[in-house]
C-alpha cells in the first residue's frame, strides 16, 4: 500500500506540512493497470483545520493497447491530485469522530496512516486515453486480413493510397 503515517502531523498546528517523494509499484491497484515502471511523484501533506490536505503530482509508464493496431506500447500518464483526508479517531483525545460524510476513501484509518491507494487507482484510471494509439498515425489493421499496415501494405491496401483501410477498401470496391 501506499501509505504513511500522519500521527505527528495531526497532532502539530494547522498549516504544518510534510513531504515525501513516491516511488511505487502501482500494478496491484488495478487489473487495468500495467505499468513498466514505479509510479514516481512527490506528495505533500498540510495540516488543515479537520484533517490532511493532500497535493501531488506523479507519472508512471504504463503498457497501453492501441485501440487501432492493437499492438502493446508504452505510454508516460500524469496524475496530479488534491483531496482532504479527514482521521476517523481524534488525535489528541483518542475519541471517534463523525466521518459519516466522508468518502471512505479519504479516511485517515485508527492507526493515523493516510492511504493513497484509492485516489491514485481512480487518477490513474482517468489518465488512460480512452482509446489509445501507439502513435497519432497509426495505420491500423486491413479489416480484411488483419494485416498490421504499420508494418507496410498488403494486397486489400497498397501503399500509395493513404488514409483509414475502410477508405481504401472501399475505393477499392468502387474501381472494380
Ligand atoms: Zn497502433
Ligand atoms: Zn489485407
Known amino acids: 500500500m501506499i501509505e504513511f503515517n500522519v500521527a505527528q502531523l495531526l497532532k502539530g498546528p ?3 506540512t510534510r513531504d515525501f517523494e513516491l516511488d ?5 491497484l488495478d487489473p487495468e493497470l500495467h505499468p513498466v515502471k514505479n509510479l514516481v511523484g512527490r506528495v505533500r501533506f498540510i495540516r488543515t483545520a479537520q484533517g490532511v490536505l493532500v497535493k501531488g503530482k506523479a507519472h508512471v509508464s504504463l503498457e497501453l493497447i492501441c485501440s487501432r493496431c492493437l499492438t502493446p506500447f508504452t505510454q508516460e500518464v500524469e496524475i496530479v491530485f488534491e483531496d482532504e483526508f479527514r482521521p476517523t ?3 489528541l483525545t483518542g475519541y471517534f469522530l463523525d466521518v459519516s460524510d466522508v468518502e471512505p476513501a479519504l479516511l ?3 492507526r493515523h496512516m493516510l492511504v493513497l491507494d484509492e485516489l491514485i487507482r481512480e487518477k490513474l484510471l482517468l489518465a488512460i486515453p480512452m482509446k489509445p494509439l501507439c502513435s497519432p498515425d497509426c495505420k491500423g489493421l486491413c479489416p480484411i486480413c488483419g494485416h498490421n499496415l504499420n508494418e507496410g501494405p498488403c494486397e486489400h491496401v497498397t501503399q500509395k493510397k493513404s488514409g483509414h ?6 475505393e477499392q470496391l468502387l474501381e472494380k
Open 24 to 28: 511505487d509499484d502501482v500494478g496491484y
Open 14 to 16: 494547522i498549516g504544518g
Open 165 to 170: 483501410p475502410a477508405w481504401l477498401v472501399l
Open 108 to 110: 485517515i484509518t485508527k
Open 89 to 91: 479517531i481524534d488525535p
